[in-house]
């Protein structure tokens, strides 16, 4: 195990930990009274798995607790609990099984060794099912944001929604859409202080001084939580079943939900994680922290981005999180009965704001359509049905159709019209032309093969060994007969990350297929200009040999047409 800290890092790994604990609060809160279990069930999730899965995870700035996704399996699991043995404390067994179990697979996941293979979910089965997610957090927000007990379900929402609307608590209404002013507009003030907590701090200790009558959380449990594993012992064998599915919803989700976290504290720290050694951490943190009845969780993005900019580098940054949340608990937790839950819901809805991928959902009608199906297919069974099917589903249909897809273009293959043939995956050497100085400046890629989701994080890493004091990339995609939605936006992540660089991209010998996806999203010409772009590999040298013969120096003369691009390249990433 890497060593939890380093006295170097130490000044940052303080701040990064109280800064992501203070975020941690309010959502904490939030997502503990979204599961059914009460706001001291997320601050005792919070706080748990945040320090274990800290210390035995593999991500050495990863900030872990109950997430959006975690939290709406968990009240799906504290509903069924509820209607099965009548109560919140006799159905506690059910649900202390059912989260224990979840940790369980997840060391499983991590010893086996699985963890590399969360990479292969296709995009649009990802975007569908956290879009989903969003969706369902802010459905089940609408209820206690117009003052009244949330719904058991989606549909019931829906059958049921004229009810609310005919008695809003409008006192509550305008306490929550307060809260969703602040959080938007308070970032326009300052960032340095997380906007959730002060529009929590702000809004709730109005209602207090007001005197408003809404409802609230309720007096909260102080001190040293009680083990609840012996509610284990009383669980009817008839839930077995549905124990087991329930915690393979919860391992599978809290998997995903960790390792992109992952990636993206890989991103920004430029360090390595190791993915089963954090599956094996997130499942001990979230075993330890439904001993205490908390909520189960995972890597949280928003908590690790905040972390790592705050200075927080090594494992203690993590275990700081949960210790002030601890801390927090102890000693103000009497003061949290007074939050109203027209506050948390609209906490709650702003994540699912931000949850929901408009990325995807925008270019629906830009994809190819079977990658829109999926994405829309997947989404609506997440909405309405079963979470583990609509991954299930989702993943099954993107596989079928990209191979009737694949399958479709090697049958048209043999009417492709021949390319020029280029061996060079090497650096490119003319032999004795007018560039040969700038032999090592060059390097030209053939990619073979379509590029879709299974190929995607293989992609990314080429791209990342390519980066070695080169400026002109040349991409031959003349044997790239189709690219879907994960390919597209690999691409596109690709090529933005070497142009940050300063490396010139440049096409060559594209197809039709491919061609038209980069253009619809606005790869080309917005982040690759058309004069980059060139219909076959003789066009490109014919290209290179005008700029570098020159008297100029001609790399530094492509290198510097990106700067007739970077405006475009704003508006694009907006």
Known sequence: MNKIFDFKDLKGDIFGGLTAGIVALPLALAFGVQSGMGAIAGLYGAMVLGIFAAVFGGTSTQVSGPTGPMTVISAMVVATAIEVSGSLQAGMGIIIASFILAGGFQILYGLLKIGKYIKYIPYPVLSGFMSGIGVIIILFQIYPFLGHPSANNTVHIFLNLNEPLSQINFNALGLGALTIAIIYLFPKITKSIPSALVALLVVSTLSYVLGLNVPTIGEIPIGIPELKFSTIFHVDPAMYWIIIEFAVMLSAL??????????????????????????????????AASLVGGLPGAGATMRTVVNVNAGGTTRLSGVIHGLLLAAILFGLGKFAAFIPLSVLAGILITVGLGIIDYKGLRHLIRVPK???????????????????????????????????????????????????SFDGEETWDDEGGAYKKYKNKIFIKHLYGPLFFGFTFRFQELIQELKSDIQVLIIRMDEVPYIDQSGLYALEEAILDLQRDNIVVVFAALQIQPHDMLTSIGVIPILVPEMHVFDSFSDCEVWLKQNLSSDKDGILQIAEELLKVKIAKVAYRM
């Open 254 to 287: 809290g998997a995903i939900d960790s390792l992109l976290t992952s990636v993206i504290a890989d991103n920004i720290t430029k360090t390595k994680h190791d993915s089963n050694k954090e599956l094996i951490g997130q499942g001990i943190g979230n075993i």
């Open 370 to 420: 079977a990658d829109a199906a999926v994405l829309l297919i997947v989404l609506l069974i997440t909405v309405f049905g079963n979470l583990l099917h609509a991954v299930g589903v989702g993943v099954v249909l993107a596989c079928v159709l990209f191979m009737k897809k694949s399958s479709d273009l090697v049958e048209r293959g043999s009417s492709l019209k021949a390319m020029s």
